[in-house]
C-alpha cells in the first residue's frame, strides 16, 4: 500500500523554493519602490514617536503592553495568511511574510500610546473603538488601495471586532492580572 501524502523532505524543499521566490520577488518588485519606503517610514517614525511622548514612568508597564499585543498580533496575523484570508504584495524585509512594519510598528505604538494616555476603563475603549474604525475603514483601505495589502478571502469589518478585543484583552492581561491595579 503506497502512502499518497507528501513527505516531511517534499515539504521542506517546497519551502526553501518558495523563500527563494519570494526573495527574487522581492529583490525585483518591492525593494527601493514607493511602497517599500512607506512601509520603512510606517516602521521608524511611530517608534520615534513613541520615545519622545512615552511616560518615562511607566516604561515597563507599557512595553509589557506592547510586547504581549506584540505577541497577540504577529500570531493572528500569521494564521490569517496561513488561512489565505489575506496577503501582503509588498515586504520590508523578505524574510517574514508578514507586514512587521504594520504588526511591530504603527499598530502597537498606537496602541501603546492610547494605552498611557487613556488609564481608566471608559476612556481606554472609547479611544480604542475610536481607533479601530480608523485602523478598519481608513487605513486598511489606503494599504489595499496601494497594494500593500490584499484581502483575499477577508472584509475589512471582520478587523473591527479584532482590532477592539485584542486591545482590550490586553489591557486586562497587564492592568488586572499581571499588575493587579
Given amino acids: 500500500m503506497t502512502n499518497n501524502y507528501p513527505t516531511f523532505e517534499e515539504i521542506r524543499n517546497l519551502k526553501q523554493e518558495l523563500y527563494q521566490m519570494r526573495l527574487e520577488y522581492w529583490i525585483a518588485e518591492n525593494l527601493f519602490t ?4 512607506l512601509l520603512l ?5 511611530p517608534w520615534i514617536i513613541w520615545l519622545r511622548v512615552v511616560d518615562r514612568k511607566r516604561i515597563p508597564q507599557i512595553l509589557l503592553f506592547g510586547a504581549l499585543l506584540m505577541i497577540l498580533v504577529i500570531m493572528m496575523d500569521d494564521i490569517g495568511m496561513e488561512l489565505n484570508l489575506w496577503s501582503y504584495p509588498y515586504q520590508l524585509i523578505p524574510i517574514m511574510p508578514r507586514l512587521l512594519p504594520i504588526d511591530q ?10 494605552y498611557q494616555y487613556f ?11 475610536v481607533m479601530a474604525l480608523s485602523f478598519t475603514f481608513i487605513f486598511e483601505p489606503l494599504t489595499v488601495w496601494l497594494g500593500i495589502y490584499k484581502l483575499e478571502n477577508w472584509r ?9 478585543l485584542k486591545a482590550t484583552l490586553i489591557k486586562w492581561l497587564v492592568d488586572e492580572i ?4
Avoid: C, E
Fill in 34 to 37: 514607493f511602497q517599500w519606503w
Fill in 41 to 45: 517610514v510606517v516602521f521608524f517614525v
Fill in 105 to 114: 510598528g504603527i499598530i502597537i505604538v498606537a496602541h501603546m500610546i492610547l
Fill in 119 to 129: 488609564p481608566r476603563w471608559k476612556q481606554f475603549i472609547i479611544a480604542n473603538t
Fill in 156 to 164: 475589512y469589518i471582520y478587523s473591527l471586532p479584532i482590532y477592539i
Fill in 178 to 181: 499581571i499588575l493587579k491595579k
